[in-house]
């Protein structure tokens, strides 16, 4: 089992270059979520999504696009990257939103120059 | 929207001390969760609370949801190096969606 799966791992952009970042998961989850995470300010909420074809905003979603067409897969999308979009992403995934918690992947490390 | 606050942002503790990390929602919550972040490391799930009132124990970690259910409360005991992390409560509302605090920083003096 591999949990939740983000790639790549590590990335840099230029300023106004677009990019996906990927999330999968294997654990048949309907519930998925995109945070970022700067010093001193936790996980701030980008999107989330309830099931596959259902997508919202959460706390910072300026800037970022989501599709979830399968329940498995959960892409987030850089439009036009930013320097202040600079941060650590992270994708995490729940069965029914709260009673087990989130599974979070490793993160993505993402810097726009 | 819901706001999530916590405090400290940081605590450093003796080893074998206790310490307590709060956590405040400006709204009532469905159920809280607590994670934990070792650094350089991707949070975990540790416990979610869901009644008023309720604690919850594992080890040498307690964890209070307020009568309310608008605070929560983290109290580890005896304090050991392989509790170094960032622990982050996290508030679900009624529209599924998960926010975090700030999280406190636990260093420990061995």
């Known amino acids: 089992n591999a949990g939740v799966t983000q790639t790549p791992k590590f990335q840099v952009l230029k300023t106004g270059q677009s990019m996906t970042l990927q999330c999968a998961q294997d654990m048949n989850h309907e519930y998925m979520s995109w945070y970022r995470q700067d010093p001193g300010m936790g996980l701030r909420l980008i999107h989330y999504s309830v099931g596959a074809g259902i997508t919202d905003q959460g706390e910072v979603p300026n800037g970022y696009n989501v599709s979830r067409s399968t329940t498995e897969d959960f892409p987030l999308r850089l439009l036009s990257a930013a320097p202040s979009q600079t941060s650590v992403y992270f994708c995490?995934?729940?069965?029914?939103?709260?009673?087990?918690?989130?599974?979070f992947g490793s993160g993505t490390r993402l810097t726009v120059v | 929207g819901q706001q999530v606050m916590q405090i400290p942002q940081y605590q450093h503790v003796q080893e074998g001390e206790d310490f307590t990390t709060y956590c405040n929602s400006s709204?009532?919550?469905?159920?809280i969760q607590w994670y934990k972040q070792r650094p350089g490391g991707h949070p975990v799930f540790l416990i979610q609370l869901v009644k008023s009132g309720e604690v919850k124990k594992q080890k040498r970690l307690t964890f209070q949801f307020g009568e309310a259910k608008k605070n929560s409360s983290l109290h580890i005991t005896a304090t050991q190096t392989t509790d170094v992390g960032t622990y982050f409560c996290?508030?679900?509302?009624?529209?599924?969606?998960?926010?975090f605090g700030a999280g406190t920083t636990v260093t420990v003096r061995a």
């Open positions: 995490a995934s729940s069965r029914n939103g709260g009673d087990y918690g989130y599974t």
């Open positions: 709204t009532t919550l469905s159920n």
């Open positions: 996290a508030g679900l509302s009624g529209d599924y969606k998960l926010s």
